[in-house]
Every structure is written in structure tokens, then in C-alpha cells.
């Protein structure tokens, strides 16, 4: 085929936009990791730069210093990542299955409160005080993992419709007639055969497990129970604090707080874990992005 | 919804005896009786609890045996004065966020789609869609390394060698209605383009092949191909887009600007408000007032906006 003048002007283009996009992308997160490196006073002279001249592992060494707690926020982050994972993909799959049944009883009612969880919710407020005051989740892990985050209407919906439409009758049929019950089916047949809907819906689930803050700022005060990412935003706000009662600070001990560079070198440590799997995983992330969007 | 084609699922149960048919399914509503309970306490507690809106809180009493107190709670956010501003912002970042969302989207979707390279095209999606890993707390902190009064590179590096003064960006009004859309823009221009790529990679190849044959040149093709055939997921997500106008991103407007007080009159949201009248105000009536009048307006926008879908497109409307 013959490529018109046009056509090449048109490439052209769209490598030079989506390449200057991708700079754009990226360029904030190679700053974050230069400042990191860069030595504390030469960025208070010089500020942060993209080619530090005087580099310094202090930063880094801070970290390591403080590993009791920041090893320790890590810690928190990576227990809830994987617990909240496993028993959202259980819980979702467990009930998209009931719900792909094609003559359960009372079906259709639970679709529709499904749905309804879609259009309207209570808001904030009383969402807080029943985990806080009722079920007691302040302060406990199950306060980083259960509220909002377990399963919601869309995944369960989208895992149904995978259920309906992937799993060949024919399997079913055989597995039935060695005598199988429903537990041994879901465990044995369903699950093996849903391995790319779980495979993503699983992700966007760590992903959203790894960045969640929300909860931590509203169920957890105990910094024992810090994730990563709240570590981080508890850090701004002490700073912050600090910034805006200068002079009447009393208890709190200035020099244990981490410099702006120390901050970001926590922050560089926070993405790492995400931009090494991120690669591997994009082919999923995109595709749940894509099912997420379209039928959001 | 949409309503896919069942496979027959399982082997008719006995269809005779009620107790036989209830027998035959318990083991199903056992396995959903953990997402059956969590949608429950996650999602139906809440909206009772809605009646918080109408009372006057006392924690120790509860959600539901707090005494009422009518409508003081509007009362007093009407009188606060923050409600117009609030309202304001959430609706006019929303505005412009769809706006030069969907435009932006559209462009890179498209151009995507014309690389050849198949390397590079993934390499581009790839990078493109990084920023939307990060959460809110990690951008925060790369905004901060750009404007930070004293290390900031904006302030450092560029403003100093123009020998410009250096600005307080987290003490200045007037930057941040960009700097918010940039941030937006810059996390989630992969998601949307991702979206209307793949759209765009669905569109038959034989219609470009037969436009070419009769002589249409590329971008004669782009508009009259590629774009009328993008209209539904636009719509789609246009409407999508609508139903969310009082809802913010919570993160975005309370992390990116530092939740600093000067900055308020252009950054603060319905959900900024929301929590910090709970957290620092220590108000919840007042919180929960501006997140009944959210609720609400949001439940109506999306059936006005499903009622919209169906008379455009039946097949794309929710319910």
C-alpha cells in the first residue's frame, strides 16, 4: 500500500504529541526520585532538579533508620493489599455465581437492590459513625479493609455476566452428572475457567488496596496501624501543622521531622513496588479499565 | 445493565415441591450471603442513616437515637455562606473537566490508533496510563516538588534564571483553577484515551478500506469514519460524566492543594467541605446536610441522565 503525503504527515504528528505526552507522564516521577537523591542543603540552596549536582543516600538512610516504623507501614499496606484482594475476589465471585443462576429465587430483587446501590448512597457521614460507633472498626485493620472497598455492584455484575456467558454448559453438565454439588462446581470448574475475570477484576482491586488512604483517614488514629500511603499524608499534615503554628509548638521535637527530601525518598519508596509490577499488568489493568468505563 | 445471553446454567432443580426447589438452591445463598451482608452494612445502613441529616448528632447516643432538630443543620450551611462557593467549584471543575477530557481523549485515542509501530503504540499506552496508578497522596507529593515555595524546580529553576519573583503557589488563588485542571488532566488522560482507543480499534476495518479505494484521504476518514463512529461511547461517557457533577475527587482538591485555608475559595468541593466539617469542625449535622443535598441532586442527575441515554440510544441507557 501507498502511503499518501498526508497520511505520513498525520504519523508524524501523532509521535511527536504521544511522545511529548509520554515526557509529560513520566517527568514528574523522575524529579520525585532526583530530588530524593539530591543532598538536603544543596536542595534548600539550589531547589529540586532534574540533574542534582550534589547527591546524598541520606534520604534513603533516613528510611533505613526509621524502618521500625515506615518497614512497619509497609507492612500494614502490604497485609491489607493481599487480604483485601483475596476476600474481595471470594466474596464477589461467591455471589456473582448465586446471581448467575438462572432460576434462583429471589434473583431479581437482589439485582435491582444491586442497582440501587449504584444511583444513591447514604453519603459519608452516616457510613462513618456505623463503622465507628456500631461495628468498631476504628482503629483495627478491618478498618483499612472493609468499608467501600470489598466488592461493589458493578464487579459483582461484571463477574456475573462473565459466568453466564464463558463457562461451557457442556463442563457443567458433566461435572453434575459425577454427582457434584454447587461448592465443588464454583471451587473446581468456575473459578479455573474465570481466570481472566478474576485476573482483573483481582487487580484493579490490589491497585485500589495499594493507593487507599480514604479509609485510614477516617477509621485509623493509631500510627501503629499507618499504611504506606497514610504515613505519607499524615507526614503533610504535620508539616503543614507545623507551617501554620510556627513558634507555638510545644511537645512536638522538630528535628524528628523528616525534611522535604526524606519525605519524597518515602514517597519513591512507595511507588516502586507499583511501577515494577505495572508492566506486567498492564494488559489486565487496561482491560478493566476499558469493561469499567464503558459499562460504569 | 446489559442483559447477555444466558447459557442454560445448571440442571433444573426438582420443580414440584417448594422444599425441594429451597433445598436445592441454600448452598447458592450461602455463598452470597457474605456479599448479600456487605452490601447491606456497606450500602443500606448508610442510606437509613441519611436521617442524620435532620438531626442534631450526639456520638454518644448514636446514629438513630440522636434527638431530631428539623432543618437547622440546612439552616446553618445555608448561613455559612460556603455552600454557593462549594457548589460552585464542584460544578465548574466538573464542567471544564469533561470538556477538555473527552476533546483531549478523542485526539490521543485517535493518533494511537494511526501509529504503526506496534512497539511504540504499547510503549505509549503504557506511559500514558502511569500517572493513573499513583494515588492521590503520591501526586500530591509530585506537585509539591514542582511548586514548592522554597525547593520547588518551578520557583528554582525556571522563575530564578528569568529573574522572576518567586511565587507562593499554596498561598495564591489565582494558579490553582489550572494547576487542579492540569493535575486532572494529567492523571487521568490514559483512562479516558484507553477507553476511546479501544472503541476506536472496534470501528470495521473495511469501512476505511473501502473509503480509501474511493480516494478519501486520512483525515477525510478520520472525520466521517472515525468520529461519527465514536458518538455512542462519547455520549456514553458524557452522560456518564454528567451524573457525577456533584461529586468531586475528593482527593484531588483536599491532597494536591495541601487542604490549605487560603486556598479554599477555589478549591473547596462538596466532599472537602463534607470532611472537614466532620474532621475538624467537628459538625457532622452540617457534613451530613451537604451530603444529603449531594445525594439527592446526584440520584436525580443520574435518572434524568439514564432518562437522556434512552431517548438517544436505548441500548446504552443503564435501566
Known amino acids: ?296 | 445493565m446489559q442483559n447477555v445471553k444466558q447459557t442454560k446454567a445448571l440442571r433444573h432443580p426438582p420443580r414440584k415441591k417448594m422444599r425441594g426447589r429451597w433445598k436445592w438452591y441454600l448452598p447458592f445463598y450461602l455463598m452470597m450471603l457474605p456479599g448479600l451482608l456487605y452490601i447491606l452494612i456497606n450500602n443500606y445502613l448508610p442510606m437509613a442513616g441519611i436521617v442524620v441529616a435532620f438531626k442534631k448528632v450526639n456520638y454518644r447516643l448514636g446514629l438513630f437515637a440522636s434527638p431530631w432538630n428539623g432543618i437547622d443543620n440546612f439552616k446553618f450551611l445555608f448561613k455559612s455562606g460556603s455552600l454557593g462557593t462549594m457548589l460552585r467549584n464542584t460544578i465548574l471543575y466538573n464542567v471544564v473537566f469533561i470538556v477538555i477530557g473527552t476533546v483531549l481523549a478523542v485526539a490521543v485515542a485517535i493518533m494511537l490508533n494511526e501509529i504503526r509501530q506496534k512497539f511504540a503504540s504499547r510503549l505509549y499506552q503504557t506511559l500514558i496510563l502511569m500517572p493513573y496508578l499513583m494515588s492521590m497522596v503520591i501526586v500530591s507529593y509530585l506537585v509539591f516538588a514542582f511548586l514548592s515555595g522554597e525547593t520547588g524546580y518551578i520557583n528554582n529553576s525556571i522563575l530564578k534564571p528569568l529573574g522572576l519573583q518567586p511565587i507562593s503557589f499554596y498561598q495564591e488563588q489565582a494558579y490553582w483553577p489550572f494547576i487542579l485542571v492540569f493535575v486532572h488532566t494529567w492523571k487521568n488522560i490514559g483512562f479516558t484515551s484507553i477507553v476511546y482507543f479501544a472503541a476506536v480499534v472496534g470501528i470495521s476495518k473495511e469501512l476505511y478500506e473501502s473509503a480509501s479505494v474511493e480516494g478519501a484521504t486520512k483525515l477525510q476518514q478520520i472525520r466521517h469514519i472515525t468520529l461519527p463512529s465514536l458518538k455512542p461511547t462519547v455520549i456514553t461517557m458524557f452522560i456518564l460524566s454528567i451524573s457525577k457533577m456533584f461529586f468531586s475527587d475528593f482527593g484531588l482538591f483536599y491532597q494536591v492543594p495541601k487542604n490549605s485555608g487560603i486556598l479554599y475559595p477555589v478549591t473547596q468541593t462538596i466532599d472537602t467541605y463534607v470532611y472537614n466539617a466532620l474532621m475538624n469542625q467537628n459538625n457532622p449535622g452540617m457534613s451530613a446536610a451537604a451530603g444529603f443535598i449531594q445525594s439527592i441532586a446526584g440520584c436525580i442527575l443520574v435518572i434524568l441522565a439514564n432518562a437522556l441515554i434512552r431517548r438517544i440510544s436505548r441500548e446504552d441507557a443503564m435501566f
Open chain 1, 1 to 296: 500500500m501507498i502511503v499518501s503525503k498526508q497520511e505520513r504527515v498525520i504519523q508524524i504528528i501523532s509521535h511527536i504529541v504521544l511522545g511529548l505526552m509520554c515526557v509529560c507522564a513520566v517527568i514528574p516521577f523522575w524529579l520525585l526520585l532526583a530530588a530524593s537523591f539530591s543532598d538536603s542543603s544543596y536542595a534548600v540552596a539550589e531547589g529540586y532538579k532534574f540533574f542534582p549536582e550534589a547527591l546524598s543516600l541520606d534520604a534513603y538512610s533516613y528510611i533505613l533508620n526509621q524502618w521500625a516504623q515506615i518497614g512497619r507501614a509497609y507492612g500494614v499496606t502490604i497485609v491489607v493489599t493481599i487480604v483485601g484482594t483475596l476476600s474481595s475476589l471470594l466474596i464477589t465471585s461467591m455471589m456473582a455465581y448465586g446471581l448467575s443462576q438462572k432460576n434462583l429465587p429471589g434473583k431479581k430483587l437482589i439485582t435491582v437492590l444491586l442497582l440501587i446501590t449504584m444511583l444513591f448512597n447514604g453519603g459519608i457521614v452516616p457510613q462513618y459513625m456505623i463503622y465507628s460507633n456500631y461495628l468498631h472498626l476504628k482503629n483495627t485493620l478491618l478498618g483499612l479493609i472493609v468499608p467501600n472497598l470489598l466488592t461493589n455492584a458493578f464487579t459483582i455484575i461484571l463477574v456475573r455476566n462473565y459466568f453466564q456467558t464463558s463457562i461451557p454448559y457442556e463442563l457443567l453438565e458433566a461435572m453434575q452428572m459425577d454427582g457434584a454439588g454447587p461448592f465443588r462446581i464454583f471451587w473446581k470448574l468456575i473459578l479455573p475457567l474465570s481466570k481472566p475475570i478474576l485476573a482483573t477484576v483481582g487487580i484493579m482491586s490490589a491497585v485500589t488496596y495499594w493507593n487507599d488512604w480514604n479509609n485510614g483517614l477516617y477509621y485509623i488514629t493509631d500510627s501503629k496501624l499507618f499504611s504506606v500511603q497514610q504515613l505519607l499524608n499524615e507526614m503533610n499534615n504535620n508539616i503543614l501543622f507545623m507551617a501554620n503554628n510556627a513558634g507555638q509548638l510545644a511537645g512536638v521535637d522538630v528535628t524528628t521531622l523528616p525534611t522535604a527530601t526524606m519525605r519524597l525518598a518515602i514517597a519513591a519508596v512507595a511507588i516502586v513496588p507499583i511501577m515494577i509490577a505495572y508492566p506486567f499488568f498492564q494488559k489486565y489493568f487496561s482491560k478493566g479499565i476499558v469493561m469499567g468505563a464503558v459499562k460504569g
